[in-house]
T-cell receptor
């Protein structure tokens, strides 16, 4: 079965702290894709990153970085030097090779305080 | 700019009435669109896959007579909540998968918050 688990329901940090959001997935597919989305208070989900199952290279984009480890079925997301604008709910998601279905984790609410 | 547009963003209706939510793909043609429902502090639950020119595919447990989906064109899908009741109050989000160079990226609409009194 396909499943995404985000064990952290809510995290609060002070601005400039680093924070890591955990994501663990389950799938029987050999080809799959992993995603992170941000949902600010306005409600619209914003795409952050897509990773395919054959690419385990870590990725860095500005203050954001992602650590994909197939051995532990994890796809963790780190925000360095967090800012108040990073406050949002972050969702990790999984899809099969044909993108016909997306499975979302329950989301992690990040509160960044000034 | 927005790639997917939903309308209305907020709607309040009386119990027993029907509400229609539109989802438009602004930048590309979409043969498939997804409809999700999000409860407060909960994840997104896939309700159905809207298919242009054919019937929608509903997820297990979703009443197709309650949540009518019509994919009228390659840029428009509508979700109609029929005979709405307070328990239908929720945040409904549509999404459009991309193809081509961005295959796999899922663009989301702004969401529609339905409150049934």
């Amino acid at each position: 079965a396909q499943k995404v688990t985000q064990a952290q329901t809510e995290i609060s940090v002070v601005e400039k702290e680093d924070v890591t959001l955990d994501c663990v997935y389950e799938t029987r597919d050999t080809t799959y894709y992993l995603f992170w989305y941000k949902q600010p208070p306005s409600g619209e989900l914003v795409f952050l990153i897509r990773r395919n199952s054959f690419d385990e290279q870590n990725e860095i984009s500005g203050r954001y970085s992602w650590n994909f480890q197939k051995s532990t079925s994890s796809f963790n997301f780190t925000i360095t030097a967090s800012q108040v604008v990073d406050s949002a709910v972050y969702f990790c998601a999984l899809s099969g090779y044909n993108f016909n279905k997306f499975y979302f984790g329950s989301g992690t609410k990040l509160n960044v305080k000034p | 700019g927005a790639v997917v547009s939903q309308h209305p963003s907020r709607v309040i209706c009386k119990s027993g009435t029907s509400v229609k939510i539109e989802c438009r793909s602004l930048d590309f043609q979409a043969t498939t669109m997804f409809w999700y429902r999000q409860f407060p502090k909960k994840s997104l639950m896939l309700m159905a896959t809207s298919n242009e020119g054919s019937k929608a595919t509903y997820e297990q447990g979703v009443e197709k007579d309650k949540f009518l989906i019509n994919h009228a064109s390659l840029t428009l899908s509508t979700l109609t909540v029929t005979s709405a009741h307070p328990e239908d109050s929720s945040f409904y989000i549509c999404s459009v998968p991309t193809s081509g160079i961005n295959t796999g990226e899922l663009f989301f609409g702004e969401g529609s918050r339905l409150t049934v009194l």
